[in-house]
């Protein structure tokens, strides 16, 4: 069986959660819209009002609206309870509703709108009440229209729903995110392939549903409907059977080593006999909120972002002193809570090929400052915005003639190319001997350490069986067995799985 092949084959957790988010969506989407429409049909100023609303909504990147909601409902937290989910399904479900909205509002309206004015005449003639004429025939009459606004907004919705990753809902987004990172182009496909499948027999059983309301042929449209119910029900049942109740869920950042820590730590609590789940694509911020409010349980993360992102500090303490601060912030502040170091450190540092810095006798990141305004430098997407960046750039009155972002995988591809002339590199990752790079010296100490920690939710750091299982963790992976793990997943030939790297490399620290 081909990459592909298995990947396609390996998906069925991540279709059930697809359709069931998508399906959800949908159906909000109608609930909101089909009512907003009726008022609309007999209001010129709520039909202005809604349908500009939901234009304005489509203006807004579905990425950026799905991120939106995290701080939306992380504030909302506070008012309703510590109950009140702030990552996965409900942001997802209520950023995509609000996308489904467009095109069943504005189907409806225009049915509506366009009614034959003598049947509504002739409906009014007969005696029929309000409720009765909506019911028996502005109803009938409208539902194709309707039907092919919510063929529309199905094919939107699926497509906007592998987004859904990056706050923490399992999407088909998971293989189309993980092997963009991790180049794993066999996972991009078939999560792009099985998006688009969906979206099609989707489209198709709505379609049959429509042809059976306009040809006023209930077995044509029961049995489109019937389908769709079918499907549902079977993504439901692959969702939630055999599902552990008590699952601890592993959070994973948008790069190589995290995909791999998380399966690390999550071999190493299955063989502890403890069920796993994961978020993957978490952005930094994303995830540390995560971690800290309860909804994902173990998140790893790095002291010098936690330093900077989360306590806003900027001085440089040293990597003992800065993890004995952390730790006491965060108990301080009711969590997440230290587990332990791994081991190694994966800091930031600014990255040349060697042959580029040899020929400008570039070392530190003093050198640079002559060259860089005819540099571009690449980083990945959050490094601009992020405190050490500002840090550096102003250490060093660092001032590039351009600045570029690529995801964590292919900035490294971008410094081979010449497309960038440096990047914000990994210390950690393999790449840095296999393609000749050289770590250009911190002289000033503007990057802080960046020791790789376990953080854990104030809820498993309380379960002293749990955190016994990630005891043999603790300390035990050097920085070469790290960079060696990275470079399996990373290298373009013999490229392998985050699962399997994460395996090769319990067995390098004893654990398999």
Same mark, same amino acid.
């Given at each position: $069986?081909?990459?592909?092949?298995?990947?396609?084959?390996?998906?069925?957790?991540?279709?059930?959660?697809?359709? %069931?988010?998508?399906?959800?969506?949908?159906?909000?989407?109608?609930?909101?819209?089909?009512?907003?429409?009726?008022?609309?049909?007999?209001?010129?100023?709520?039909?202005?009002?809604?349908?500009?609303?939901?234009?304005?909504?489509?203006?807004?990147?579905?990425?950026?609206?799905?991120? %939106?909601?995290?701080?939306?409902?992380?504030?909302?937290?506070?008012? &309703?309870?510590?109950?009140?989910?702030?990552?996965?399904?409900?942001?997802?479900?209520?950023?995509?509703?609000?996308?489904?909205?467009?095109?069943?509002?504005?189907?409806?309206?225009?049915?509506?709108?366009?009614?034959?004015?003598?049947?509504?005449?002739? !409906?009014?003639?007969?005696?029929?009440?309000?409720?009765?004429?909506?019911?028996?025939?502005?109803?009938?009459?409208?539902?194709?229209?309707?039907?092919?606004?919510?063929?529309?907004?199905?094919?939107?919705?699926?497509?906007?729903?592998?987004?859904?990753?990056?706050?923490?809902?399992?999407?088909?987004?998971?293989?189309? &995110?993980?092997?963009?990172?991790? #180049?794993?182009?066999?996972?991009?496909?078939?999560?792009?392939?099985?998006?688009?499948?969906?979206?099609?027999?989707?489209?198709? %059983?709505?379609?049959?549903?429509?042809?059976?309301?306009?040809?006023?042929?209930? /077995?044509?449209?029961?049995?489109?409907?019937?389908?769709?119910?079918?499907?549902?029900?079977?993504?439901?049942?692959?969702?939630?059977?055999?599902?552990?109740?008590?699952?601890?869920?592993?959070?994973?950042?948008?790069?190589?080593?995290?995909?791999?820590?998380?399966?690390?730590?999550?071999?190493?609590?299955?063989?502890?006999?403890?069920?796993?789940?994961?978020?993957?694509?978490?952005?930094?911020?994303?995830?540390?909120?995560?971690?800290?409010?309860?909804?994902?349980?173990?998140?790893?993360?790095?002291?010098?972002?936690?330093?900077?992102? #989360?306590?806003?500090?900027?001085?440089?303490?040293?990597?003992?002193?800065?993890?004995? #601060?952390?730790?006491?912030?965060?108990?301080?502040?009711?969590?997440?809570?230290?587990?332990?170091?791994?081991?190694?450190?994966?800091?930031?540092?600014?990255? $040349?090929?060697?042959?580029?810095?040899?020929?400008?006798?570039?070392?530190?990141?003093?050198?640079?400052?002559?060259?860089?305004?005819? $540099? /571009?430098?690449?980083?990945?997407?959050?490094?601009?915005?992020?405190?050490?960046?500002?840090?550096?750039?102003?250490?060093?009155?660092?001032? &590039?003639?351009?600045?570029?972002?690529?995801?964590?995988? &292919?900035?490294?591809?971008?410094?081979?190319?010449?497309?960038?002339?440096?990047?914000?590199?990994?210390?950690?990752?393999?790449?840095?001997?296999?393609?000749?790079?050289?770590?250009?010296?911190?002289? +000033?100490?503007?990057?802080?350490?960046?020791?790789?920690?376990?953080?854990?939710?104030?809820?498993?750091?309380?379960?002293?069986?749990?955190?016994? !299982?990630?005891?043999?963790?603790?300390?035990?992976?050097?920085?070469?067995? $790290?960079?060696?793990?990275?470079?399996?997943?990373?290298?373009?030939?013999?490229?392998?799985?985050?699962?399997?790297?994460? +395996?090769?490399? /319990?067995?390098?620290?004893?654990?398999?």
């Amino acid at each position: $069986m081909s990459g592909f092949e298995t990947a396609l084959w390996n998906l069925g957790p991540q279709l059930a959660a697809h359709v %069931l988010l998508a399906a959800s969506a949908i159906a909000l989407g109608i609930a909101v819209a089909l009512p907003v429409a009726v008022w609309a049909s007999r209001s010129s100023t709520v039909a202005r009002i809604a349908l500009g609303f939901a234009s304005l909504v489509q203006t807004i990147p579905a990425l950026a609206l799905l991120a %939106l909601f995290f701080p939306i409902l992380l504030s909302l937290r506070a008012v &309703f309870g510590e109950g009140l989910p702030t990552l996965g399904f409900l942001p997802a479900l209520l950023a995509l509703a609000l996308y489904a909205l467009l095109p069943i509002l504005r189907n409806a309206v225009t049915a509506q709108a366009n009614l034959d004015p003598g049947v509504l005449e002739a !409906a009014d003639g007969v005696g029929m009440t309000k409720w009765q004429k909506l019911r028996l025939v502005e109803a009938p009459l409208s539902a194709p229209f309707v039907m092919a606004g919510i063929r529309t907004a199905s094919v939107w919705t699926i497509g906007a729903a592998t987004l859904a990753t990056t706050i923490g809902q399992p999407s088909l987004g998971d293989p189309i &995110f993980a092997g963009l990172q991790t #180049q794993n182009w066999a996972l991009v496909l078939a999560g792009c392939v099985a998006s688009a499948g969906l979206a099609l027999v989707a489209d198709a %059983l709505l379609g049959l549903i429509e042809r059976g309301l306009a040809k006023r042929s209930p /077995a044509l449209w029961l049995g489109g409907l019937a389908v769709v119910t079918l499907g549902i029900g079977a993504a439901l049942w692959m969702q939630f059977a055999d599902r552990s109740e008590d699952r601890v869920v592993i959070g994973a950042k948008q790069f190589s080593e995290q995909y791999i820590l998380a399966r690390l730590i999550g071999g190493q609590l299955e063989r502890n006999g403890i069920a796993v789940e994961y978020r993957d694509g978490l952005g930094s911020a994303v995830g540390y909120s995560a971690v800290t409010s309860g909804d994902i349980d173990i998140l790893v993360d790095y002291t010098g972002t936690v330093w900077t992102n #989360q306590m806003k500090r900027t001085d440089n303490p040293g990597r003992a002193e800065m993890l004995d #601060q952390i730790i006491a912030w965060q108990e301080g502040n009711g969590g997440p809570f230290v587990a332990g170091k791994l081991g190694f450190e994966n800091a930031y540092g600014l990255a $040349m090929r060697e042959d580029a810095a040899e020929e400008r006798g570039i070392v530190t990141i003093d050198d640079l400052r002559t060259f860089a305004p005819d $540099m /571009a430098i690449g980083g990945d997407p959050e490094f601009f915005e992020r405190p050490e960046w500002l840090a550096v750039r102003e250490a060093y009155s660092l001032r &590039f003639g351009e600045r570029r972002n690529f995801s964590a995988t &292919f900035m490294y591809n971008a410094l081979r190319s010449g497309d960038a002339d440096v990047i914000s590199a990994y210390t950690s990752d393999g790449r840095i001997a296999a393609d000749n790079l050289v770590i250009l010296e911190d002289t +000033r100490e503007a990057f802080p350490g960046y020791d790789a920690i376990i953080l854990v939710s104030p809820d498993l750091y309380a379960d002293t069986r749990k955190i016994e !299982a990630l005891a043999p963790l603790i300390g035990t992976i050097d920085v070469e067995a $790290m960079r060696a793990a990275n470079l399996m997943v990373d290298r373009d030939d013999d490229k392998l799985s985050p699962t399997q790297a994460a +395996r090769i490399l /319990a067995r390098t620290i004893g654990l398999d």
